[in-house]
T-cell receptor, first 115, second 117 residues
Framework: KQEVTQIPAALSVPEGENLVLNCSFT??????LQWFRQDPGKGLTSLLL?????REQTSGRLNASLDKSSGRSTLYIAASQPGDSATYLC??????????????FGGGTRVLVKP | SAVISQKPSRDICQRGTSLTIQCQVD?????MFWYRQQPGQSLTLIAT?????????ESGFVIDKFPISRPNLTFSTLTVSNMSPEDSSIYLC??????????????FGPGTRLTVL
């Protein structure tokens, strides 16, 4: 069974600092990994999807890496802004590439960027 | 990509009543998913809803409590039956798309925030 963990559960940084968010997974035979953002009381916004064949994916100030051998993915947010304050969740499908595969979510990292 | 809308966005309900949540997608999708997010928690999958077949429920969730309909490829409903305060959560509809541009990306609706008194 795929288990996904995010540490720390909460993170506070001053504006302008780079953010580094960690995601660990137990099954290295991962199909893909997806990063989401969730604002309080709201739904999830997909940020980046990394396929198992990729090592990283970039979108604007966001960069996500994937290291299957160590069971880790990292989301980097450059030059953080107060608007980046949200909860960030990573998720991986389980079972792998099955017709009904579902996402297993980490517990999330709650980020606060202070002006 | 997929744009998903949910109704209602939030509701406050009395214990013992039922609420039906609607999910509408702007494109045809094979699989739709219903998740629950309890306060301060991450997301837990309730069931997978395929058009033309019965929903598949995860461990701990049963059809009598969470009946699901999937009448076509763009719409689904989730009913929370005989509600108790423990059902207070955000309920999220989700779909997965696949294709050259967005292989297997999963998209989520804005959620329905349910409070049971």
């Amino acid at each position: 069974k795929q288990e996904v963990t995010q540490i720390p559960a909460a993170l506070s940084v001053p504006e302008g600092e780079n953010l580094v968010l960690n995601c660990s997974f137990t099954d290295s035979a991962i199909y893909n990994l997806q990063w989401f953002r969730q604002d309080p009381g709201k739904g999830l916004t997909s940020l980046l999807l990394i396929q198992s064949s990729q090592r990283e994916q970039t979108s604007g100030r966001l960069n996500a890496s994937l290291d299957k051998s160590s069971g880790r993915s990292t989301l980097y947010i450059a030059a953080s802004q107060p608007g980046d304050s949200a909860t960030y969740l990573c998720a991986a499908p389980f079972p792998l590439k099955a017709a009904g595969n579902k996402l297993t979510f980490g517990g999330g990292t709650r980020v606060l960027v202070k002006p | 990509s997929a744009v998903i809308s949910q109704k209602p966005s939030r509701d406050i309900c009395q214990r013992g009543t039922s609420l039906t949540i609607q999910c509408q997608v702007d494109s045809q999708v094979t699989m739709m998913f219903w998740y629950r997010q309890q306060p301060g928690q991450s997301l837990t999958l309730i069931a997978t809803a395929n058009q033309g077949s019965e929903a598949t429920y995860e461990s701990g969730f049963v059809i009598d409590k969470f009946p699901i309909s999937r009448p076509n490829l763009t719409f689904s409903t989730l009913t929370v039956s005989n509600m108790s305060p423990e059902d207070s959560s955000i309920y999220l509809c989700s779909v997965r798309t696949s294709g050259a541009q967005s292989t297997d990306t999963q998209y989520f609706g804005p959620g329905t925030r349910l409070t049971v008194l």
